[in-house]
């Protein structure tokens, strides 16, 4: 099993990580170049991209005030509030219906309050605002204060998208000297990003209402692309929107929202979306989409989450201990996964043996298996100094790949003989 005892001591003072080559972390001071080269350096001054402090709400007092019915006001709380803003409506205006509608609305809505402060016992995630649940849900450390909110590499092209503090994406190619910036005015709080496999242009984004697909030519010399390059693809009740994933043939796109228990299967050149749901979890919040195409991790708020088989979409349920799922990744073949719980400074795995050809059930193990074990470690220093990791660590789990079958029978501390090693984040 796989431990911190057999990772490299943390750096000294002064010194920080530069980069990776040939599967190795490179150190050095903030002043000195990796590779005898110096690589892109991009900085984000915080000024630059504060939002503006004017909120949507303040432009209403431009306009003179104006009387509206009892109909206008109940059309509008409906459309705003839904059954809850129009009981409220109808309430408060007691002095202008009858007085068996304002008490029987006002009992309705006691009775809708109580049934809600109920569910949100059973699931506090609902009592969330809608940033904080997407920083509570977040792949990204501090998302709230953080600068650089969301990141995606293209997997088969030399370019990244970065989504930044003040709603914009921008696009960076190190062979174009043009670096397209995305805005659109649904573009608020996104909370993930991911390229579209086997296509260079098209790049989902995970947003607090919707999810926008934007189709971005890489030969394109504009630098502001218009907003009519973004599909928006939207549900009612499915929002916030915190993951989303691709198929890995490119033919399908899932989203998940913590406030809706059902996972979107959209059909992106339709505009059309599936909704696949069970009972149980309080919502989504995570997804991975093996790379075989065969299964799909989906965590929940709540300490279960399930592995779904593509073929028929069937779902098995894996409880856990302490808490939630907070993320995963899969092995290349799609037949191992890695996952960490929230409380817990262990990675668990499960084997899938089952073929997705042969079965259309999930076969996988009775029981998760511990790998490794990041708990408190002592690190000796060239100066002789002890290094205690004693505060408990987020474990997320990113990127595997980690060649399983050429290297299963190495020892944990073995580089592999080919493809990148496991990338573990901690706090």
Not at 240 to 247: G, L, M
Not at 373 to 382: C, G, M, P, Q, Y
Not at 386 to 412: A, F, G, M, Q
Request: hydrophobic share 40%; glycine share 6%.
């Amino acid at each position: 099993m796989c431990s911190l005892t057999l990772f490299p001591p943390p750096l000294p003072d002064g010194q920080t990580t530069l980069c990776e080559s040939n599967n190795e972390l490179l150190s050095g001071s903030n002043t000195q170049v990796c590779l005898n080269a110096s690589p892109m350096s991009l900085h984000f001054p915080r000024e630059s991209l504060k939002l503006h402090s004017r909120t949507e709400s303040s432009s209403k007092a431009a306009f003179l005030d104006h009387s509206e019915t009892l109909w206008m006001r109940s059309a509008a709380a409906w459309r705003d509030g839904g059954l809850t803003g129009l009981l409220n409506e109808i309430t408060d205006s007691n002095s202008e219906v009858p007085k068996w509608l304002s008490v029987g609305s006002g009992c309705i809505l006691a009775l809708l309050r109580w049934i809600s402060s109920f569910h949100s016992s059973l699931f506090p995630h609902l009592t969330l605002s809608s940033e904080d649940m997407i920083a509570e849900f977040s792949q990204v450390l501090n998302w709230s204060d953080c600068v650089v909110r969301a990141f995606a590499w293209h997997p088969h092209t030399d370019k990244f998208a970065v989504a930044l503090l003040d709603e914009s994406i921008k696009i960076y190619n190190p062979k174009s000297t043009t670096t397209p910036t995305l805005k659109h005015r649904l573009q608020r709080n996104v909370a993930a990003m991911q390229w579209k496999p086997l296509c260079a242009s098209a790049l989902a984004v995970a947003c607090q209402n919707c999810v926008l697909v934007w189709h971005v030519d890489p030969c394109s010399l504009s630098a502001r692309p218009s907003s009519s390059c973004a599909q928006v693809l939207s549900h009612p009740g499915h929002a916030p929107v915190t993951s989303i994933a691709w198929s890995p043939s490119g033919a399908l796109l899932l989203s998940a929202s913590p406030m809706d228990t059902s996972m979107m299967v959209w059909d992106v050149a339709a505009e059309s979306c599936v909704p696949l749901q069970r009972v149980g979890g309080g919502g989504v919040t995570f997804l991975s989409w093996s790379p075989d195409g065969s299964h799909v991790l989906a965590s929940t708020p709540s300490a279960l989450f399930r592995v779904w088989e593509t073929r028929m979409w069937t779902c098995e349920r894996w409880p856990c201990l302490k808490g939630r799922c907070q993320s995963g990744c899969w092995s290349p073949d799609g037949s191992r996964l890695l996952f960490a719980v929230e409380g817990e400074t262990v990675i668990y795995a499960l084997t899938f043996a089952g073929a997705p050809d042969i079965s259309s059930s999930l076969k996988g193990p009775q029981a998760a298996a511990v790998v490794a074990d990041l708990s408190e470690t002592t690190f000796h220093t060239e100066d002789g100094d002890l290094i205690d990791i004693h505060r408990n660590l987020t474990v997320r789990v990113r990127v595997w790949c980690y060649r399983v079958k050429e290297n299963s029978n190495k020892p944990p501390n073995t580089k592999p003989s080919g493809g990148r090693p496991l990338i573990i984040r901690t706090q």
